[in-house]
């Protein structure tokens, strides 16, 4: 935790209190620095995070060749594992002098005797955590996370963050599997075969010329009428035509025919996802929740966020969209936005019993409730509503598991209670059984 970071901004008066609060919460649950958090929601500019880093540090900022680690032409003499604990990469020497760029919090003392050990003087300088982590794997090989990819190109630039940064060979595509059996009794004119939400995993091995030109259906895997479908273009051309507004195109030089074909679905969506006026908006945000790690999607998601926690006529609809998609990180934001105009409180509070099947009356119950549960997945969540006494609570916490789950185990929201939670007991146990098997 950067204490010190926030106490800054919220005593400068920057940014609200409430949008400090809500970074910091999203750091306790997600890791990395508050500076990380930050920019994901987009309060702050790397530039003005990188003002603040340096005033609570009181750490200079690198000069241009040192951040971009330009001037490392030969091993450097710590390794990986003694500079990843302590937060910091060395970028080059000088007179004996080790120039090291740190993330805050700086554990300045305990790297300087690091350093000593090694017969260097340390000389210190502060980067936002995103930059540490791009630094790391262009020193020492460390794949970046996909979670700062989409920063670092909003920050440089995507042409300057691939010349500055090498990034990982791209991963190999899956190998191809057959689709799942047509059904028997589609209706008559009904496209048959899986939804294109499952469909587009399997677009490597499906691609041909003609489908670079065509549009494809997206909709709600449980949907198999296609009644609530709608279409988006897939031209791979769309990746260099279509304005960005901001959206990281990282990977567009070495994608492969699925992976282009993945992008342009999801610049489509988001697209469709930002006009008020398209018949399909809802669907498309309800078709991105499947997308959500994408980098296109997280960028949408990041600008989402920032208009939510602003006091502009934007919040609400951002709050709804949020929901939409079942962004359960937002959740700080909703819970500070209670406190917001009647609008604004109003969504918040709609969005938090939508993804988490509760409601209480109060800000302090929604925070407690938070607390309590802020490291346990949304699975849990809904799985203790299903107990619940409020029939309603437990028939939007029904509706919401099954898509995601392999049945219902014989559970009804109208069931008697003795029966009710035998079958929630199945349900855990089964969904435990699953969560053990993935990790």
Same mark, same amino acid.
Do not use: H
């Given at each position: 935790m950067s204490a010190r970071l926030e106490a800054l901004l919220i005593a400068e008066r920057v940014l609200p209190e409430?949008?400090?609060?809500?970074?910091?919460?999203r750091q306790c649950v997600y890791g990395g620095g508050l500076d990380t958090a930050l920019l994901e929601m987009g309060a702050l500019t790397e530039a003005q995070i990188w003002a603040r880093l340096a005033a609570v540090t009181g750490l200079p900022v690198p000069a241009p060749n040192l951040a971009d680690g330009t001037t490392v032409t030969e091993t450097p003499p710590l390794t990986s594992e003694q500079t990843a604990r302590m937060r910091f990469v060395p970028v080059g020497s000088h007179a004996q002098k080790l120039n090291l760029l740190c993330a805050e919090p700086v554990a300045t003392d305990d790297i300087?005797?690091?350093?000593?050990?090694?017969g260097f003087d340390a000389r210190l300088f502060v980067v936002p955590e995103l930059r540490l982590m791009a630094l790391r794997q262009r020193i020492y090989g460390e794949p970046l996370p996909q979670r700062y990819a989409p920063l670092l190109a909003q920050a440089m630039g995507v042409d300057r963050a691939r010349k500055s940064f090498l990034f990982p060979q791209r991963r190999v595509p899956p190998p191809f599997q057959p689709p799942a059996p047509e059904w028997p009794d589609f209706p008559a004119g009904v496209p048959k075969g899986t939804p294109l939400e499952q469909v587009l995993d399997l677009s490597g091995a499906l691609l041909d010329e003609s489908l670079l030109d065509t549009e494809m259906e997206v909709g709600d895997p449980t949907d198999l009428t296609g009644e609530r479908s709608i279409r988006v273009p897939t031209q791979v051309e769309l990746l260099e035509s279509y304005p960005s507004d901001g959206v990281p195109l990282l990977a567009v030089l070495e994608q492969t025919p699925a &992976? /282009?074909?993945?992008?342009?679905?999801?610049l #489509?969506?988001? @697209?469709?996802?930002?006009?008020?006026?398209?018949?399909?908006?809802?669907?498309?945000l309800r078709a991105l929740r499947q997308r959500m790690g994408h980098?296109?999607?997280?960028?949408?998601?990041?600008?989402?966020?920032?208009a939510a926690v602003s006091?502009?006529? &934007? /919040?609400?609809?951002?709050?709804?969209?949020? #929901?939409?998609? @079942?962004?359960e990180l937002a959740i700080p934001i909703f819970i500070a936005q209670l406190r917001g105009e009647a609008a604004v409180s109003q969504a918040a509070r709609r969005a938090l019993v939508l993804l988490t099947a509760m409601d209480f009356d109060d800000t302090g119950r929604w925070t407690a409730w938070?607390?309590?549960?802020t490291r346990r997945p949304r699975f849990a969540w809904l799985l203790d509503a299903l107990g619940e006494k409020d029939a309603a609570a437990r028939q939007l916490a029904f509706e919401e598991l099954r898509p995601l789950s392999d049945g219902t185990f014989g559970y009804s929201p109208d069931l008697p209670k003795r029966k009710r939670e035998a079958a929630r007991r199945r349900w855990t146990t089964w969904w435990e059984s699953r969560s053990a098997n993935r990790s």
């Open positions: 409430a949008t400090v609060r809500a970074a910091a919460a300087r005797n690091l350093v000593a050990e090694s &992976e /282009a074909i993945a992008q342009s679905a999801a #489509a969506l988001c @697209r469709r996802a930002r006009d008020p006026e398209d018949k399909g908006r809802a669907l498309a980098p296109v999607a997280q960028a949408f998601v990041a600008e989402l966020r920032a006091e502009s006529p &934007e /919040a609400a609809g951002a709050i709804e969209s949020l #929901a939409e998609m @079942r962004d938070w607390e309590r549960n």
